[in-house]
């Protein structure tokens, strides 16, 4: 088992900035691909970016690309999420999440951290 918790979150002015962290204990970080998601109110929980077991592959839904960057240290078990240029559209409990192998479902999820975006 994985345990993870997300912080960061907060209210931020459209066009600014956020940066997400998950702190994960339990097994071997580095055994695990990283995701973020999201879900926002009335809306079902989407995908928002995953990391490699070592950090060098990253993927991001078309939403965010080129706006956020997820990123990992293995030394420090925690994984990022930077926001940048945020829009309201991106309002919603932001969840970091681990699975062992990229056939594998996402298993360990975080408890989530709010983003709420102000036009």
């Known amino acids: 088992q994985v345990q993870l918790v997300e912080s960061g979150g907060g209210l931020v002015q459209a066009g600014g900035s956020l940066r997400l962290s998950c702190a994960a204990s339990g097994r071997t970080f580095s055994n695990y691909i990283m995701g973020w998601f999201r879900q926002a109110p009335g809306k079902e929980r989407e995908f928002v970016a995953a990391?490699?077991?070592?950090?060098?592959?990253?993927i991001y839904a078309d939403s965010v690309k080129d706006r956020f960057t997820i990123s990992r240290d293995n030394a420090k078990n925690t994984v990022y999420l930077q926001m940048n240029s945020l829009k309201p559209e991106d309002t919603a409990v932001y969840y970091c999440?681990?699975?062992?192998?990229?056939?594998?479902?996402?298993?360990?999820w975080g408890q989530g951290t709010q983003v709420t975006v102000s036009s």
């Open positions: 990391v490699s077991w070592s950090g060098g592959s990253t």
């Open positions: 999440a681990a699975r062992r192998g990229a056939r594998q479902s996402y298993d360990h």
